[in-house]
């Protein structure tokens, strides 16, 4: 079994490869800098180097494959959010068909059932419907909350202000899930091939969980108990992303989101169940994160 892996040095990417190489599967890892994958060659992935815009790259990478996990990385730093996430959708599509891939999964997000009004999830929304036209290859779709993984961004913030700041309302209830956990059902889905026609999996954490109560999870255990989080106006959140290096267009589709997520737009659509319930609590991820953060106030 041959299993073609994207973003392989990412936070879903690197753990799907690393678990399906600990199951004895044969995993091509894909990312751009053979340095940064020397650790999944060592562990006996086949690296492909390339840029996952380029088609004819990924041809070859996912000729042979019995199945692949495709996602659409992204730079925040690089203008043309939207027109890059495009180019890479259409050559990840285009290849699944001139390589024939029988078995996709393609990591969606929470939203991406909605046709606008969305910010960064539009294009996954997009991607979606790409790979829905394929006709021959059995799609997984999975659908996670937000990543925990965001709140690394915070910790600057948190230094400079002393409270976590963001666009999104404080009190709304948002999922909310560790990578490694969209990982695992990923590799889990990527080894049973236990899906046919195009199937929806929404991800969404243990538990719905308010921006307030992430941020005094994130507080207590990163030595600032009573941590407050403090809804700012969209506006004042695309200065302060563009003001840290990110594009302005990356500044405003992180605003519409956070709008998406406060008055509900951007919501799971398959509720929370036994299925789309996954283990890992915050509390985990914050106490990992107190190993990087910064020195108690
Ligand atoms: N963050 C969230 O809350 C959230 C929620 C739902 C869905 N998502 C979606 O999840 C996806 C990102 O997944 P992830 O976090 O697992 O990935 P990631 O950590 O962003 O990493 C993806 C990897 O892709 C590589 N890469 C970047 N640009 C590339 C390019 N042009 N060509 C080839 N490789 C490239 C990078 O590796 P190298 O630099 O080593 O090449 C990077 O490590 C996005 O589509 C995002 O919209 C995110």
């Not at 599967?25 to 992935?45: I, N, P, Q």
């Not at 666009?167 to 899906?195: C, G, K, N, Q, T």
Request: with cysteine.
């Amino acid at each position: 079994m041959i299993i073609t892996v994207m973003g392989a040095t990412g936070h879903t990417g690197h753990a799907v490869a690393t678990q399906l190489l600990e199951a004895g599967v044969a995993v091509r890892a894909l990312g751009r800098s053979a340095e940064r994958l020397a650790g999944l060659a060592a562990a006996g992935a086949d690296v492909r180097t390339g840029d996952a815009g380029d088609a004819a790259y990924l041809t070859e990478a996912f000729s042979g494959a019995d199945a692949v996990y495709t996602l659409l990385p992204y730079d925040p730093v690089i203008a043309g959010y939207r027109a890059a996430q495009r180019r890479i959708g259409a050559a990840v599509v285009a290849a699944v068909r001139a390589a024939g891939v029988p078995k996709v999964v393609f990591l969606s997000s929470v939203g991406a059932d909605r046709p606008s009004g969305t910010g960064f999830v539009l294009t996954l929304h997009e991607q979606e419907q790409r790979l829905r036209a394929l006709a021959g290859t059995d799609v997984l779709i999975l659908r996670p909350g937000s990543f925990f993984e965001n709140f690394e961004h915070a910790l600057p913030v948190i230094e400079a202000e002393g409270a976590n700041l963001d666009a999104v309302a404080p009190h709304v209830p948002i999922p909310m899930i560790a990578s490694r956990d969209i990982a695992a059902a990923a590799a889990h889905a990527l080894l049973e091939l236990d899906f046919e026609g195009v199937e929806v999996r929404e991800l969404l954490g243990p538990r719905d969980l308010t921006y307030t109560e992430a941020t005094r999870i994130i507080g207590e255990r990163i030595g600032r108990p009573g941590l407050e989080y403090v809804q700012i106006p969209g506006e004042a959140m695309a200065g302060a992303l563009v003001q840290a290096g990110l594009a302005p267009d990356f500044a405003e589709l992180h605003v519409e989101l956070c709008h998406a997520l406060s008055s509900g737009h951007v919501a799971s659509v398959q509720g929370r169940t036994a299925a789309t319930t996954t283990p890992t609590p915050l509390e985990a991820y914050a106490e990992a994160l107190a190993g990087r953060a910064l020195p108690t106030a």
